[in-house]
T-cell receptor, first 114, second 108 residues
Framework: DTAVSQTPKYLVTQMGNDKSIKCEQN?????MYWYKQDSKKFLKIMFS???????INETVPNRFSPKSPDKAHLNLHINSLELGDSAVYFC?????????????FGPGTRLLVL | GQQVMQIPQYQHVQEGEDFTTYCNSS?????IQWYKQRPGGHPVFLIQ?????EVKKQKRLTFQFGEAKKNSSLHITATQTTDVGTYFC????????FGTGTSLTVIP
């Protein structure tokens, strides 16, 4: 059973398009995250949701809009895609307040904007 | 704002040599975690350290948390080709942040 799953795994699209990435976790965690990893491997947190409420919203263009329909899902919608959005996007989940906060990552979505 | 830097950014070693990556935070951390990301893969949790000065070992890997809880290190003894990947530290100061990562290449 996959703990954190993301779809799609690969996404190739034209500049200006709108696209969505979906994430689901079956670990029963209360917190989910979106990270962006660039070509230099830097992992930059974008958003975090705890029990469907937004708790972290780093400086991210407002073309990026997360949506959490329930605790097990966190989707990312991107409007008007730009070349600089090309990266690997990772979803992750954790259980806050347990003193451990281990992050479990999905396999990533490789986005290429042409 | 809080920053977590790792050095070196890249390291190439011959198989059998030792390797160390250092993690430095601008703020005191309540805990430090280490993750490994294989090429083409996703970060996977390795270990967490909580106490000041704590040292933990996992086979050839030794993890240390500094006395001031602002730095940490990961040391690999006698590297193998299976150690290839990017190693990230991560910790909670005012927020939970990942370090900048160290990409390790092991030359057979």
């Amino acid at each position: 059973d996959t703990a954190v799953s993301q779809t799609p795994k690969y996404l190739v699209t034209q500049m200006g398009n709108d696209k969505s990435i979906k994430c689901e976790q079956n670990l029963g965690h209360d917190t989910m995250y979106w990270y962006k990893q660039d070509s230099k491997k830097f992992l930059k947190i974008m958003f975090s949701y705890n029990n469907k409420e937004l708790i972290i919203n780093e400086t991210v263009p407002n073309r990026f809009s997360p949506k959490s329909p329930d605790k097990a899902h966190l989707n990312l919608h991107i409007n008007s895609l730009e070349l600089g959005d090309s990266a690997v996007y990772f979803c992750a989940s954790s259980q806050l307040g347990m003193g451990k906060e281990t992050q479990y990552f999905g396999p990533g979505t490789r986005l290429l904007v042409l | 704002g809080q920053q977590v830097m790792q050095i070196p950014q890249y390291q190439h070693v011959q198989e059998g040599e030792d390797f160390t990556t250092y993690c430095n935070s601008s703020t005191t951390l309540s805990n430090i975690q280490w993750y490994k990301q294989r090429p083409g893969g996703h970060p996977v949790f390795l270990i967490q350290l909580v106490k000041s000065g704590e040292v933990k070992k996992q086979k050839r890997l030794t993890f240390q948390f500094g006395e001031a809880k602002k730095n940490s290190s990961l040391h690999i003894t006698a590297t193998q080709t299976t150690d290839v990947g990017t190693y990230f530290c991560a910790g909670r100061g005012n927020q939970f942040y990942f370090g900048t990562g160290t990409s390790l290449t092991v030359i057979p």
